[in-house]
C-alpha cells in the first residue's frame, strides 16, 4: 500500500498524462531530445500550447529541457516514464487483440 501523499501524486501525475495532446508531446519526446518548435509542427499544435504543456510536464518530473545553444531539447526525465508509457501501449494492444 501506498501513504495518501504518494496516491495523491501519483494520480496527480496519471492525471497530467490523460491529456491527449500531453501524451503525444511525451510520445514524441520518448524518441529522443527534440525541441519545442519540431514537437509543434510534428503534432500539429500552436508553439504556445506546445509550450504550456511542456511547462505543466517539466514541472511534474515527466520531461526534462537541455539546452543545447539557443535551442531547449525535451526529452523523458527517466526510463521509469518510458517504461509506464511502452508498458500501457503494450496493454492497450493486448486487450485490442482479446
Known amino acids: ?14 492525471r497530467l498524462m490523460a491529456d491527449a495532446s500531453r501524451l503525444r508531446i511525451i510520445l514524441a519526446c520518448m524518441a529522443g531530445p527534440i525541441p519545442a ?4 509542427r510534428a503534432l500539429d499544435l500552436s508553439p ?5 504543456h ?13 539546452r543545447r545553444g539557443k535551442q531547449i531539447l525535451y526529452s523523458v526525465l527517466d526510463h521509469h516514464i518510458d517504461r ?13 487483440k482479446d
Not at 500500500?1 to 496519471?14: G, N, Q, R, V
Not at 518548435?37 to 509543434?40: D, L, S, T, Y
Not at 511542456?54 to 537541455?66: M, Q, V, W
Open 1 to 14: 500500500m501506498i501513504d495518501e501523499h504518494t496516491a495523491m501524486e501519483l494520480a496527480d501525475t496519471f
Open 84 to 96: 509506464v508509457i511502452r508498458d500501457m501501449i503494450d496493454h492497450i494492444s493486448e486487450t485490442e
Open 48 to 52: 504556445s500550447l506546445v509550450s504550456h
Open 37 to 40: 518548435g519540431e514537437i509543434a
Open 54 to 66: 511542456l511547462r505543466l510536464l517539466k514541472a511534474a518530473r515527466i520531461l526534462r529541457g537541455n
